[in-house]
């Protein structure tokens, strides 16, 4: 009798954990665990693959592959984009990066302090911007590195395509 209590008891507190972890698992998307801690899902592509959620909040996106889509500026995604991720907030981004004046630099925090102000900040080292949360409503598509006339490796942003007017810019 002792052994089936410890073996339903064992039973229900399995249960009960996967009951916890499971609505941040493979069945919600990573777009409504955005919405659900008070960030836009147009934040990250449609073209994300999976997503972990830690329970200490460090996220990791998988992408198919690396790619770039516009906001207000090009933005640049690589194949694994890593956070701290809590309500309002992703600090810590790994894996993105912005476009500023011809050059490609790391978004390191993105924050929506106050949701009704209708803006969203982003921290990208040398200064903070602010942008319109409605850039942000719809998970954008996103195209593959070197698809049109930029290719972006190893932090060296080139121009592809074969004509002398190449450049290249460190980050």
């Keep these: 009798m002792a052994v089936l209590e410890t073996l339903f008891r064992t039973s229900i507190g399995i249960l009960g954990f996967l009951i916890i972890v499971l609505p941040f698992g493979d069945s919600v998307s990573i777009h409504d665990l955005l919405r659900s801690k008070g960030l836009p899902a147009g934040l990250l592509p449609k073209e994300v693959k999976s997503y972990t959620l830690e329970e200490n909040g460090r996220l990791e996106v998988l992408l198919d592959r690396p790619c770039l889509t516009k906001f207000e500026n090009r ?13 309002g907030e992703l600090i810590g981004v790994e894996g993105l990066s912005q476009e500023e004046l011809f050059l490609w630099l790391p978004v390191k925090d993105i924050i929506v302090d106050d949701p009704s102000s209708g803006l969203i900040l982003f921290d990208i080292g040398v200064a903070h911007k602010q942008l319109s949360l409605s850039l942000f409503e719809d998970p954008p598509d996103c195209k593959p590195e070197g698809q049109g006339t930029l290719s972006l490796r190893s932090g060296v942003l080139r121009k592809d395509g074969g004509n002398a007017n190449g450049f290249e810019v460190q980050k």
Excluded: G
């Design 75 to 87: 933005v640049y995604f690589e194949t694994v984009v890593r956070a701290n991720i809590s309500y």
